[in-house]
């Protein structure tokens, strides 16, 4: 069980940009390595990192612990722990039960929100997604699996992951895959009670601010590493103590769950280092936001198919499609990419982070930019107006459900933005039918609820659940000043 577990984690590295030959290889393995896992048993050495056990400390070396972890509609990180004791569990009973009511928990409490229709009477099956198993090398002795939640044997209606697998099997049944990958900006605090102060106050990319995070950020990265996922870039931000660190692509799926790894690995080494992080959309209120790019690509038969060299624009006419679908649902899908009222502090005209509902070729401006590589070809598309406040299973498959919809109806998108939108006057943002995007929480909110064809991909439960628990936190959050909605969110995000 341990090779296979281990061959797994080495073949599950993403491969948005390896050859078909390679992808083709892996997913191969990956089939192979879920057979070979749902017939064993999961075994205490499964859990623990190679060498780790002599290095266990206050931890007996015969323990492991399995973190089965889940993403509320709030967006935090939550999880449940197997304790193995030197026992094999069958891979059948690797699961914890947690209540129904889990899904109604607002960001500010654990008390469950109103109008859900979830209530504390009920468990659901928190089941381990074997193919998602990792060691946490800053937890020693601990591994984690992402988990679906089952009731009655059968993915539950409220599960966000579960949700994006059902958008992943709709793309399929087109004959279309959808890889990705988030670009997260984070701030780097000093420990300082009662304070919000960054580690540094350097300009963008300066060498100086690497120099200064140098031993975090090294280490940030080597975690990142150990845990399966390729670091592409890195560079620090226009904020104080702000970075940016890339992340190669990966299936919508396997993306989701490093985005979860990716913000609990940040928060882990950074603590160790005595620092601070946080993802928070908008932390200062002169200084730049944190935002959490999405970048995508439109796959079939193992091949990128965003780009075609006779096509409009140089895209196919189903990247043209899925485009305009995401472009048309854009303000609905707002109340699941920015889903808190500090997410819209960040969404301003004129800083990059997509404020009209607009796309471009290579326009910062644009909420949807198509990158143009040095070759001319198109490989991928950049989704701006989304941050880390959100649940990455429920953004991506609304996305890519917005996107379905444009090629189902056989959209095509206006002509591209080649400027700045708050450049145009009104007349002129009308005539190229240029909008605003919404400027609050409760105004995207309003459109999610208006938009038939994002509420029907989620479900009427799952809807009800999102739409609930984020007019809860509406009520609590919309009336705060900044300084207040950074005291109860920064350590939330």
């Keep these: 069980m341990a090779n296979a577990v281990n061959a797994y984690v080495l073949a599950s ?5 390896t050859d078909n030959a390679q992808a083709a290889k892996s997913t191969c393995e990956r089939a192979d390595s879920s057979r070979e896992m749902k017939q064993k048993s999961l075994e205490p050495d499964d859990l623990l990192p190679k060498g780790s056990a002599g290095a266990l400390n206050e931890v007996p070396p015969d323990i492991a612990m399995l973190r089965i972890s889940w993403c509320d509609n709030a967006n935090v990180i939550r999880a449940k722990s197997l304790c193995l004791n030197s026992k094999s569990i069958p891979a059948s009973e690797a699961f914890v039960g947690i209540s129904e009511a889990m899904q109604a928990l607002p960001v500010m409490n654990d008390i469950p929100a109103e109008g859900t229709g979830l209530i504390p009477v009920g468990d659901v099956q928190l089941t381990a ?26 993915p539950w209606a409220c599960c966000p992951r579960s949700f994006l697998k059902r958008m992943i099997a709709r793309a399929k049944e087109m004959h279309l895959a959808v890889e990705g990958a988030f670009e997260n900006e984070f701030y780097l605090l000093k420990n300082v009670p009662g304070q919000v102060e960054p580690v540094d106050d350097t300009a963008f990319a300066a060498s100086f601010a690497m120099d200064i995070s140098a031993e975090v950020i090294g280490d940030i990265i080597r975690t990142l590493t150990a845990q399966g996922i390729t670091v592409e870039q890195y560079y620090p931000k226009s904020g104080p103590g702000q970075h940016e660190i890339t992340i190669r692509y990966a299936s919508a799926l396997q993306a989701c769950d490093h985005q979860i790894t990716f913000r609990e690995t940040v928060r882990a080494v950074a603590q160790k280092h005595g620092l601070r992080t946080s993802f928070l959309p908008k932390i200062f209120p002169d200084k730049t936001g944190n935002g959490c790019h999405l970048h995508l690509s439109l796959w079939q038969n193992s091949a990128n198919i965003l780009s075609d060299e006779g096509g409009t624009y140089g895209l196919s006419n189903r990247a043209r499609q899925f485009i305009a679908g995401i472009v048309s649902h854009l303000p609905a899908l707002m109340a699941l990419t920015t889903p808190i009222p500090n997410s819209y502090r960040r969404i301003q005209s004129s800083t990059w982070s997509g404020a ?9 401006e644009a909420a949807v930019r198509v990158v ?21 299973y429920l953004a991506f498959g609304a996305i890519i459900a917005a996107g379905l919809d444009g090629i189902e109806r056989r959209l095509e998108p206006n002509a591209p933005i080649q400027l700045d939108p708050s450049s145009l006057t009104p007349s002129e943002r009308d005539k190229l039918d240029v909008s605003s995007l919404p400027s609050n929480a409760s105004d995207a909110l309003e459109l999610l609820e208006s938009d038939q064809v994002i509420l029907a991909a989620l479900g ?11 007019k809860t936190e509406l009520a609590a959050l919309e009336s705060l000043t900044l300084e207040q909605e950074v005291g109860l969110l920064l350590e939330k995000y």
């Design 129 to 154: 997604d074997l193919a998602s198993l990792i060691s946490l090398p800053y937890a020693l002795g601990q591994s984690r699996v992402m988990g679906d939640m089952l009731k009655d044997a059968a």
């Design 13 to 17: 590295s993403p491969t948005g940009r």
């Design 460 to 470: 009427k439960d799952l809807a009800r659940a999102y739409i609930g628990v984020k």
């Design 372 to 392: 143009v590589d040095r070759d001319k070809v198109i490989r991928h598309f950049e989704f701006k107006t989304v941050d880390a406040s959100s649940n990455p």
């Design 356 to 364: 009209f509902q607009c796309w471009g070729l290579e326009n910062k």
